[in-house]
T-cell receptor, first 113, second 114 residues
Framework: EAGVTQFPSHSVIEKGQTVTLRCDPI?????LYWYRRVMGKEIKFLLH????????ESGMPNNRFLAERTGGTYSTLKVQPAELEDSGVYFC???????????FGPGTRLLVL | AQSVTQLDSQVPVFEEAPVELRCNYS??????LFWYVQYPNQGLQLLLK??????LVESINGFEAEFNKSQTSFHLRKPSVHISDTAEYFC????????????FGTGTRLKVLA
């Protein structure tokens, strides 16, 4: 069984540009989460999808971040326009209907210059 | 609201020595507790978890953690570490209902020395 995959693994962009991160959850997992770790800080929750619906987006930092999960399969997280403080590692995780255990992808390292 | 405290940002220890990585949490509701490990250049891997039942949980590679409700702790221990245990370890909690989103500690870098 394939694990959670994320693309790209690394992204370096300039301030003001747009970046789109992709997450493919484990097949059959209805729950999909996005987290972010800014350098030196804790990993912080961004949002939670159940299938294609946003269950909780309380962690989204501002309206420059847009997450989608069309069709309830993969998800994208778009940052537009990117700012310097958006640099960090973005993790995606998925879980089954039982929910309590999340399985994480390898993360996308985003560097905004 | 929930919070997690990992007091030790870095823990150096010699190979074959015991280690304890501390995790304390705060929550007004029941919680599930997790330890994840991130090896260099890899993603987060589940190490062990406490959901219910026995308060002592073990991983396949010799780590164990004990849920202590009165002290709101979930410390991670290993009696004898190996060089390959060098990694960053994260403690996390979630509620037992709702979105099950994780609240993480700041992580502890375990450095095993030869």
């Amino acid at each position: 069984e394939a694990g959670v995959t994320q693309f790209p693994s690394h992204s370096v962009i300039e301030k003001g540009q747009t970046v789109t991160l992709r997450c493919d959850p484990i097949s059959g997992h209805d729950n999909l989460y996005w987290y972010r770790r800014v350098m030196g800080k804790e990993i912080k929750f961004l949002l939670h999808f159940v299938k294609e619906s946003k269950q909780d987006e309380s962690g989204m930092p501002n309206n420059r971040f847009l997450a989608e999960r069309t069709g309830g399969t993969y998800s994208t997280l778009k940052v537009q326009p990117a700012e310097l403080e958006d640099s960090g590692v973005y993790f995606c995780a998925s879980s089954s209907q039982l929910q309590e255990t999340q399985y994480f992808g390898p993360g996308t390292r985003l560097l905004v210059l | 609201a929930q919070s997690v405290t990992q007091l030790d940002s870095q823990v150096p220890v010699f190979e074959e020595a015991p280690v304890e990585l501390r995790c304390n949490y705060s929550s007004s509701v029941s919680v599930y507790l997790f330890w994840y490990v991130q090896y260099p250049n890899q993603g987060l891997q589940l190490l062990l978890k406490y959901l219910s039942g026995s308060t002592l949980v073990e991983s396949i590679n010799g780590f164990e953690a004990e849920f202590n409700k009165s002290q709101t702790s979930f410390h991670l221990r290993k009696p004898s570490v190996h060089i390959s245990d060098t990694a960053e370890y994260f403690c996390a909690v979630s509620g037992t209902s709702g979105t099950y989103k994780y609240i993480f500690g700041t992580g502890t870098r375990l450095k095993v020395l030869a």
